[in-house]
């Protein structure tokens, strides 16, 4: 059995005068006292006890505590024999623990009521409690008022006054909480009630605008997010203040939820209750931010085990979305029903010009909101719940909150019936390609329950997350913004980040066809096996469900199934191999497919987080885009090749005649065009190339050992280094190093050697923490010197690099698998070896190494990181000039990149 306050009471009443007096005897036993009821708590809580009786106990524990130091501190320490009125004191409870809801390590909020003005004895008393409760390391939030400043204050603040709805008597003068409560029923509460809702659920939407103004958030805050208790504190608190009472069952009791909502809304406060409790005790603190590292240790404690295709964590996780969202739909509902009894101005409300109870669809106007004349049409015509979301998007009105919560009602009929009806299926492909705003339809469809029931393979990817770094959202939602993203991009709004894909649009000839492999590119995901493939399967059997003809849903199976092809090929893939091109040519097939898939990849890039697109990302699709529309255009693989070779030689040849210095004489500019691999001519606009021959024309003019150069790159989000040196084995490596210990993290790399020996190299690197162009002077220095240094061999980077390998702890719980794959037929001149592993600083340092050690020249490199994932490409040769053949040579290359990706 639980302690309760009673218990707790009598345990610190029994110290007496003596244990009173010795302060630190005293503060001993009362941490035996409290420390010992508190793990009686834990114990039982992760025993499989609920959270509502851990919190409730742990209130009645303070309450407890509380208690007996005051009558300690009143009959042993500073007894006033005979108090006046004047010199009475009331102590209560205030917000969350006002209402019994205390976890873990809440802040212990305490109201020190006093008559009229402070006296002695009421602040004797006072502080001999904090000091004891601050003994005991507990974060108390105290102020002591009278009841007319405690009226002022609640007229004045929303803080003060929500916090004084939920005050409780503790101790003391009962007459004066009785005022306090009585006036604040006058002088707050009534003719108040309209404000006060207004006031909370504005505070709302201000703190979801603070905290993340999405309930799918990849690390979710469980109190202040949006869908977690902090809403539902909220329902309780205009519940409170308009209809007075404490239980929950009030909210029945006045008309705002039915039974069933109620049980809904217990179930989600109980499950949020029990995360946050386990997160307290999990963290030793107050922390009520789900993250990463600690989201697999919760799941496992609320019993949430892996599965075949699905991880604990992601189904805990699932979970956790599912309750948020039942919170947002118990929020419209409540919104709704007060509307209703209270007539309160419409949120958002614009001007009504004329539409008051205009009729369209078989629904009312009222005002810009679609709303029900008949209650059970939903039940009576379910189509019409298509048909609401599809009149609401074509007319740009919103739905109001009380036929959005008779939707929540009617989804049981959405059943086979309706989802193979023609006319649903026709208004629900008019809301996906709609050109208003698919994308917020959407939403307001999946947040409502629509969008799953109608397409049970897209409910299966509801609340869906990847317990990863890269992806910022759950499944669902990362799709929703896909679209929005597309929608965007169709109405020209993303010129600036996205020119091919604007360019592209309005020359595509399947736009239908592109919104729906959007829509279903990922609803393969947590079945097993490649979810481009089980996607490609859904698509082939719900696209002529959905209306699609044959031709369009060939286009969109392809699309799901190749919806990666194209970033794969484009970021981990040398795009000056003409292998690379015509391999992608020969899966891709025409010019439209190409250009339905470069479009499709932006929105995909774009929607997985704000950080993860950038202008070298969008440089490397748009090289991809051209090279394979030229081979497409030309019937020949080799495209535009031969004489984009030979026009970067002439151009090049006439800028550098013109240079102003005379120093490029012709013969020099003949030999410098004789010295260069033709793959380097592909690869850099003539500006480049011009940049990179005055480095060459710098470092032998002045007889120098080495060339380095930097250059900032702002729209891609990256920084170039440009090194001439005499080419030698490692020189890639000591390049890495020096580039790491400067904190910055290679991105690519293209790799040349002269004819006469000479290494040309362009490295891309960017900010190892904020994946942005280094732009600090300090730093290229610092790049620099180390580069100088390591070449000169002053430096061992391997010693210096050692330190470094560790990770931030927060990364520490994911595992991912290392893996070497060596590829002959992906290139016609090099093998082509993948690297997969966890990502940490220094690795292209030891993989660099080990390539080194194995004999084997770099001749490119790229890089692509997906949270703590990174797959490292390189092409390379042996010291020969021939590929990697041999099995037993094959064999020790991916045991050795294998051991250095395990490196700590």
Not at 56 to 70: C, E, M, P, V
Not at 289 to 297: F, H, I, N
Not at 348 to 373: C, E, S, T
Not at 727 to 748: C, E, N, R, Y
Request: glycine share 8%.
């Amino acid at each position: 059995m639980l302690p309760d306050a009673g218990a707790i009471r009598a345990q610190v009443q029994a110290l007496g005068a003596a244990g009173a007096a010795d302060i630190p005897a005293l503060t001993a036993a009362l941490k035996r006292i409290h420390g010992d009821a508190r793990a009686l708590v834990r114990a039982a809580f992760e025993a499989g006890g609920s959270a509502e009786t851990a919190v409730a106990a742990l209130s009645s524990i303070t309450d407890g505590l509380i208690q007996g130091l005051l009558d300690l501190a009143s009959t042993h320490v500073y007894p006033t024999p005979n108090p006046t009125k004047g010199e009475g004191l009331a102590v209560l409870a205030v917000g969350g623990y006002g209402r019994s809801e205390l976890c873990p390590h809440s802040d212990i909020d305490l109201l020190f009521l006093v008559p009229y003005k402070r006296t002695p004895a009421g602040e004797q008393l006072t502080e001999y409690l904090l000091y004891r409760l601050w003994d005991l390391g507990l974060k108390v939030g105290q102020a002591t008022r009278s009841v007319s400043e405690c009226i002022k204050l609640a007229q004045q603040d929303l803080t003060v006054s929500t916090a004084l709805l939920e005050a409780r008597l503790l101790w003391g003068d009962a007459a004066a909480a009785a005022d306090l409560q009585e006036g604040y029923r006058k002088e707050i509460v009534q003719g108040h009630e309209a404000a006060f809702i207004e006031a909370k659920l504005a505070e709302r939407d201000e703190r979801h605008q603070r905290v993340g103004d999405s309930r799918y958030l990849l690390e979710p805050n469980v109190k202040e997010g949006k869908g977690g208790l902090r809403d539902l504190h909220t329902l309780g608190w205009i519940a409170r203040f308009v209809y007075g009472g404490t239980d929950q069952a009030k909210l029945v009791q006045s008309g705002l939820i039915t039974r069933r909502d109620l049980s809904t809304f217990r179930r989600s406060r109980a499950f949020l209750l029990a995360v946050r409790c386990h997160l307290h005790w999990l963290t030793g603190r107050a922390e009520d931010r789900l993250t990463l590292d600690v989201q697999p240790e919760i799941a496992a404690r609320m019993g949430f085990r892996t599965r075949t295709r699905s991880m604990g964590v992601e189904r805990f996780m699932k979970r956790y979305y599912l309750a948020a969202r039942e919170v947002g739909n118990l929020t419209r509902i409540v919104c709704a029903a007060l509307e209703e009894q209270h007539r309160r101005r419409p949120r958002f409300a614009l001007p009504r010009f004329g539409l008051a109870r205009k009729r369209v669809d078989g629904f009312l106007i009222q005002g810009n909101r679609l709303a029900l004349d008949d209650p059970k049409l939903f039940q009576a015509e379910p189509i019409k719940l298509l048909q609401l979301f599809q009149t609401a998007d074509a007319r740009g009105l919103d739905i109001h909150p009380a036929t959005l919560a008779a939707v929540g009602q009617a989804l049981p009929r959405i059943d086979a019936e309706l989802r193979n009806d023609p006319e649903a299926n026709r208004l629900f492909l008019e809301i996906l390609t709609s050109r208003k705003d698919p994308a917020g339809t959407l939403t307001r469809m999946n947040e409502a329950g629509v969008l799953g029931r109608f397409v049970p393979d897209f409910g299966r990817i509801v609340g869906q997350m990847q317990h990863n770094l890269y992806h910022i959202y759950t499944t669902d939602e990362h799709t929703i913004r896909a679209i929005g993203f597309l929608r965007q991009i169709e109405d020209g709004q993303l010129a600036a980040d996205f020119p091919l894909a604007t360019e592209l649009f309005p020359k595509l000839l399947s736009r239908r066809a592109l919104f729906v492999a959007l829509f279903l590119h990922d609803i393969g995901k947590g079945r097993g096996g490649s979810h481009a493939e089980v996607g490609a399967v859904i698509a082939r059997k719900l696209c002529p469900r959905f209306g699609l003809l044959p031709e369009e849903t060939e286009t969109v199976v392809w699309l799901v199934r190749h919806h990666l092809l194209m970033s794969d090929t484009a970021f981990r893939r040398d795009l000056e191999d003409l292998k690379t091109i015509q391999d992608f040519v020969e899966v891709v097939q025409s010019p439209e497919r190409l250009k339905l898939l470069l479009v499709l990849t932006v929105c995909d890039i774009r929607a997985v987080g704000p950080n993860v697109w950038n202008g070298w990302k969008g440089q490397l699709l748009r090289e991809l885009h051209g090279e394979a529309e030229a081979a497409l255009q030309s019937g020949d693989p080799r495209g535009r090749r031969a004489s984009r070779a030979n026009a970067a030689k002439a151009e090049l040849a006439q800028a550098l005649l013109a240079e102003p210095d005379g120093w490029w004489t012709q013969e020099r500019i003949d030999r410098h065009l004789a010295r260069h691999d033709p793959r380097y001519w592909l690869g850099f606009a003539t500006e480049d190339l011009v940049r990179h021959a005055r480095l060459i024309q710098h470092t032998e003019s002045q007889s120098l050992p080495i060339g380095i150069d930097f250059r900032v790159d702002k729209f891609r989000a990256r920084s170039e280094l440009l090194l001439y040196a005499p080419d030698h084995p490692g020189l890639f490596m000591k390049v890495a190093g020096a580039i790491a210990l400067g904190g910055a993290s290679i991105v690519d790399a293209h790799i040349f050697t002269t004819t006469d020996g000479t290494a040309l190299d362009m490295l891309g690197f960017q900010d190892a923490g904020k994946q942005a162009a280094v732009d600090d002077p300090e730093r290229f220095q610092r790049i620099r010197d180390n580069l100088i240094r390591a070449l000169s061999g002053e430096i061992w980077l391997e010693k210096a690099l050692a330190g470094r390998r560790s990770l931030p702890a927060r990364a520490d719980v994911f595992r991912v698998e290392p893996r070497v794959l060596l590829d002959n037929n992906a290139s016609r001149t090099h093998t082509v070896i993948e690297v997969n592993g966890r990502d940490r600083p220094g690795l292209l340092f030891d993989l660099a190494k080990a390539l080194k050690e194995l004999g084997l020249v770099i001749s490119s490199a790229h890089i692509s990181t997906y949270g703590e994932r990174v797959v490292d490409v390189f092409y390379v040769k042996d010291v020969f000039g021939m590929k990697v053949t041999v099995r037993s040579k094959v064999m020790k290359v991916q045991k050795q990149l294998t051991e250095a990706l395990s490196l700590t």
